[in-house]
Every structure is written in structure tokens, then in C-alpha cells.
């Protein structure tokens, strides 16, 4: 038994340390790959003395990570499926390295390769295909009551292109989302027949005040309505979508693009976003 403890602590150290990486430092899944994979291997290192099957040592450090992982973030993102093999493989060549150096160097080159035409080529589309969903539904009538104190009804804004966009000031994915928005919305500032709403879905404790200060706070030219009781987040059937949730309507007023959630490492969402706009522009 033992024998089974130290790799089974290691695991357990790295998972928190994972685990407090995403929830206070960053969730930027190019960075978490990268940090990981370093992680896991150090972890293997640790454990190249003992006594237990190379095999046995990497199971027991990444067991409780790997289980979260799966759980947590495959069952929402299934397209991220080979950081498990990465973050075992790297641990596996750490507990090899001690026996095995030249072997496991060359290895650990090749699984750096791999590892940076996940972060720069395929993690941003994976993100992109996962969070992003076309869709072709006529929007049912609803008013934004805006921030200044008008109210906005949706059917004024025919023949526009909308951009909708729920928003939490708590919310950390929708404050970076709203740095690319901003970008997206400077593509089209000769463009009047494109428009932009950040709308706050009344969600975790929001409340107008805070809306309010958070716009004094930062300067962007957007719209800006406060969606009391949720009403048109609920209306629009977003319910169960958390935020931020973008949606993107045509000038017949029919939803054509819904992206929700928001990661750093979606390195195509200005461009995307930008290029889908022009298409139903």
C-alpha cells in the first residue's frame, strides 16, 4: 500500500493545483495544455524511484485529474479529448525518464510537436466547432429596456443585422468576450445596418447599479440594455446555456448563429465572427 500512496498524493497535488489554475488564473485551454503536459511529467519524475509498473505509477498520479477532466470538461467540450492522452503520455514519460533518457527525450520532442499544432492549429477550431451552432429560427417579439431609460422593440430592428449578446458583470468568459466583440464591432462602425446589444440577463446577483457601474467603468460604445427577470434570455431559450450567449439575428429577424461561452484560446473569434456577419450582411 505503501508503494501506492506517494503517486496517489502526487495526483491528488496536481489536481489542485490544476484545479486552482482554472479557477484563478487562467482557463485558456492552449495555456492549460501546455502547463499540464510540464505538470504531469513532473509528477512522473517524482515517482521514477518507486517500485510500482511505470504503467500503474502514471495511472495512479493522473486517475483523479483524468475522472474530473472527463466529466467536467469533455462532457462539454467532447473535442478536447486528446489533452487525456497528452496529460498521460507526459506523466508516463517522466516516470521513464530516470531509465530511459535517451528514449524518453526523443519522445518528450516529438510530444511537444504535437503539442504545439494542438495549441496554434486545433484547439481554436475545436473550441469554435464546440460553442458555436448555426441555426435558421424566427425571433419571437421581445423589448431590450435600454440603459438610458428608452425601450428598444425588437421589430424596429428589422433590417438590421443584430448581434445580441447576454452578459453577467461577475461573468470572467463574458468581460474577455467583450474585448473581441469590441473588435468585431469597430469592423462595422460605418455599417448602420449592424448593430450591437450587451444585454446583463439579471443572472448571479446582478443588478442595474452594478450594470451601470460596470459600464462607467469601461469604454465601450455598445448598447446596452438590462433583460429584468431574464425574460428575454428565457424567451430566446437560453436558459440552460450559462453565459455569455451571443446570439446573431438577420435583418428578417431570424436567428442565424449562436455561440455560447466564451475561452481564450479562441483565437478565431474576431475573424469569425466578422466573415459570418458579412455573409448575412
Not at 525518464?97 to 518528450?108: G, H, I, P, V, W
Not at 469554435?128 to 435558421?136: G, I, P, Q, V
Not at 429596456?145 to 448581434?163: F, Q
Request: hydrophobic share 45%; charged share 20%; aromatic share 12%.
Amino acid at each position: 500500500m505503501k508503494k501506492h500512496l506517494k503517486p496517489l498524493l502526487t495526483g491528488v497535488a496536481i489536481t489542485l493545483i490544476m484545479a486552482l489554475v482554472m479557477l484563478k488564473i487562467t482557463m485558456n485551454f492552449q495555456i492549460l495544455l501546455l502547463f499540464g503536459a510540464v505538470v504531469f511529467f513532473a509528477g512522473g519524475r517524482i515517482n521514477s524511484n518507486n517500485k510500482n509498473h511505470y504503467l500503474i505509477i502514471t495511472i495512479l498520479i493522473t486517475v483523479f485529474y483524468l475522472a474530473l477532466f472527463i466529466f467536467i470538461v469533455l462532457k462539454e467540450i467532447p473535442e478536447l479529448w486528446y489533452f487525456v492522452l497528452i496529460y498521460f503520455a507526459a506523466t508516463l514519460l517522466g516516470t521513464l525518464y530516470k531509465d530511459y533518457k535517451s528514449k524518453a527525450t526523443f519522445s518528450l520532442l516529438t510530444l511537444s510537436i504535437i503539442m504545439m499544432f494542438l495549441v496554434i492549429k486545433i484547439i481554436p477550431n475545436a473550441l469554435e466547432n464546440s460553442l458555436t451552432k448555426t441555426r435558421f429560427d424566427p425571433i419571437p417579439q421581445f423589448s431590450i429596456p435600454h440603459m438610458s431609460g428608452k425601450v428598444i422593440h425588437s421589430e424596429s430592428l428589422k433590417g438590421k443585422v443584430v448581434i445580441l449578446d447576454f452578459f453577467g458583470t461577475w461573468c470572467k468568459p463574458c468581460i474577455q468576450e467583450l474585448k473581441e466583440l469590441d473588435k468585431v464591432k469597430m469592423a462595422f462602425k460605418e455599417s448602420d445596418d449592424v448593430v450591437f446589444y450587451i444585454i446583463n440577463a439579471d443572472l448571479g446577483g446582478d443588478t442595474p447599479e452594478k450594470f451601470k457601474g460596470f459600464i462607467e467603468k469601461n469604454n465601450y460604445n455598445f448598447q446596452f440594455g438590462y433583460d429584468h427577470d431574464s425574460k428575454i434570455y428565457k424567451l430566446l431559450g437560453l436558459q440552460q446555456s450559462g453565459l455569455p450567449a451571443l446570439l446573431i439575428i438577420d435583418k428578417d429577424q431570424n436567428i442565424r448563429l449562436q455561440h455560447i461561452g466564451y475561452n481564450a484560446a479562441e483565437t478565431n473569434f474576431t475573424k469569425s465572427m466578422i466573415e459570418f456577419i458579412n455573409t448575412i450582411k
